[in-house]
């Protein structure tokens, strides 16, 4: 069984990075868009994700992909 990272399921950069490895650039631009879950600020040189959010945006992603069905 996986351990939380953090209270709440929270993933940090590097996790962030594995999951969705796109430019932390580009991420802060699809954020401030409104097409990328939001951050969290837990300290003020440290930000963390939801991971549902992450894997919800995922599978969005996914879906919108997907070819429609026969």
Not at 33 to 59: D, M, Q
Request: hydrophobic letters at 40%.
């Amino acid at each position: 069984m996986r351990k939380p990272l953090l209270p709440d399921d929270l993933i940090l950069r590097p996790e962030r990075k594995r999951l969705v490895p796109l430019s932390d650039t580009t991420v802060w631009r699809m954020e401030r868009r409104g097409e990328f879950p939001r951050r969290i600020a837990i300290s003020v040189k440290r930000v963390a994700w939801r991971r549902r959010e992450i894997e919800t945006w995922l599978a969005a992603r996914e879906a919108a992909r997907a070819p429609p069905p026969t």
